[in-house]
């Protein structure tokens, strides 16, 4: 809600009944928790008196988590073997020995489909310099994986309110270990990129929306560059907008999953991505195709949809020193995620259309054999192609 002049946060919880969250009179804006009770009052209040200036939203467990370990299911759990991945960032001839993804050999289909041994040659600064805030689960903090590419200085936790945003839960079981994935999906495309893990959802994946607004607003106020949410609501929560808009003013970029129910129409907050001014040019919604580019079995699709990517069976990390495959909308989110960290690694300023390079150089050959037929217009731009969007993104820049 914007507050009025003179406001404070006792005035505020004492007029709406309520707690304050998040107060900024600098920005006009303050965002209030309220019970039950309160909230039905609040909002038949606003209808009698016609101030729509401002709505009671729902907001526990409101968002969701959108991948799964598929490992479980086809016995592919393994231990970690690769090493921190920060390490496979002194240069991707390292990585990409033999034409194969050295760091994660199951990953070399998925990442020659869109064209990453390429892309890590022509931006050999892999993301040097750039944060990426992973809005999730938490990550495994003690995996050999994120060695040397955690900001734990910044890290947060909006579960159990503290600054340990540790994966928590147990293995198998609802979204456990999803913010860890989807954290090592994004430092394979970009290992020198780093990740500042925020905690919003718990251990069955739901989490509440004022937490994701909070996390949008403090990621763009830590410094973050790209935001990615692997996480979705079947509503529109306006908290968390403008907390995408706030994000977007301060040349934020964020990434968001599309969904995982098969349907004609993106979760939230994807569905929004494809709007105007200034959210649009700094958001991007990503969905998924298999190995052959078919879209996903479980992949949402519309014609809002921005764009597509790999996301069926993506090795990635697994807590307790683990890999395993995901799949889900979530595990095609960070693939774009990373994308835009190493292009903005190469940049000495992000121009604010990045994010939409990133889609509009994308490959639409998905749309040119039957593979698609059923899905004409409503897989975005095409699938992610990783090379092609950081040649333009250079061209751009050198002019």
Same mark, same amino acid.
Do not use: C
């Given at each position: ?5 003179? /406001? ?92 194969? @993804? ?39 903090? !003690?995996?050999?994986?994120?060695? &040397? ?26 979204? @456990? ?14 290992? +020198? ?10 251990? /069955? ?12 607003? @403090? ?10 949410? !692997? ?6 929560? /306006? ?28 979760? @939230? ?25 078919? +879209? ?31 799949? &889900? ?27 939409? +390079? ?15 037929? /059923?899905?004409?217009?409503?897989? &975005? ?19």
């Amino acid at each position: 809600m914007q507050p009025q002049a003179g /406001d404070t946060v006792s005035s505020l919880e004492a007029r709406y009944h309520g707690r304050v969250m998040a107060f900024d009179p600098e920005a006009g804006y303050a965002m209030i928790g309220m019970d039950a009770a309160s909230a039905k009052k609040f909002n038949a209040s606003r209808l009698s008196t016609l101030d729509l200036s401002s709505e009671a939203e729902p907001n526990l467990n409101v968002f969701s988590a959108g991948g799964s370990l598929t490992a479980w299911a086809g016995g592919s759990l393994t231990a970690w073997a690769g090493g921190s991945l920060t390490a496979w960032a002194g240069g991707s001839l390292t990585a990409w020995a033999g034409g194969q @993804y050295v760091p994660v050999p199951g990953n070399t289909a998925a990442f020659t489909q869109i064209n990453l041994q390429n892309a890590q040659t022509l931006a050999p600064n892999l993301g040097q310099g750039i944060e990426v805030a992973v809005i999730d689960t938490g990550v495994d903090l !003690s995996h050999p994986a994120f060695t &040397g590419a955690l900001d734990l200085a910044n890290a947060k936790d909006y579960v159990d309110g503290d600054s340990i945003p540790q994966d928590e839960g147990t293995p198998g079981t609802g979204a @456990y270990g999803h913010g860890t994935a989807v954290a090592s999906i994004i430092l394979q495309v970009a290992p +020198k990129a780093t990740i500042l893990p925020i905690r919003v959802l718990g251990p /069955d994946g739901s989490g509440d929306a004022a937490n994701v607004a909070l996390a949008i607003r @403090y990621a763009a106020d830590k410094g973050a560059k790209i935001i990615n949410l !692997s996480l979705g609501s079947d509503a529109r929560v /306006d908290a968390v907008q403008q907390a995408i808009a706030y994000a977007a003013g301060r040349n934020v970029m964020v990434v968001s999953s599309a969904g995982n129910s098969n349907l004609n129409r993106l979760t @939230y907050p994807a569905m929004d991505a494809s709007g105007k001014g200034v959210v649009a040019d700094h958001s991007v919604s990503v969905g998924s195709v298999d190995e052959t580019d078919r +879209k996903a079995s479980f992949s949402n699709y519309a014609k809002e949809l921005e764009l597509v990517a790999p996301g069926v069976n993506i090795y990635a990390a697994v807590p307790g020193n683990m890999l395993g495959a995901w799949s &889900g909308t979530s595990m095609s989110a960070p693939l774009a995620a990373g994308s835009l960290a190493l292009a903005a690694g190469q940049l000495t300023t992000l121009p604010p259309d990045l994010a939409r +390079k990133l889609r509009d150089n994308a490959d639409n050959s998905i749309y040119s054999s039957n593979l698609n037929t /059923d899905y004409a217009g409503m897989l &975005g731009k095409g699938r992610l192609n990783i090379s092609k969007f950081l040649t333009a993104a250079k061209a751009t820049a050198s002019q």
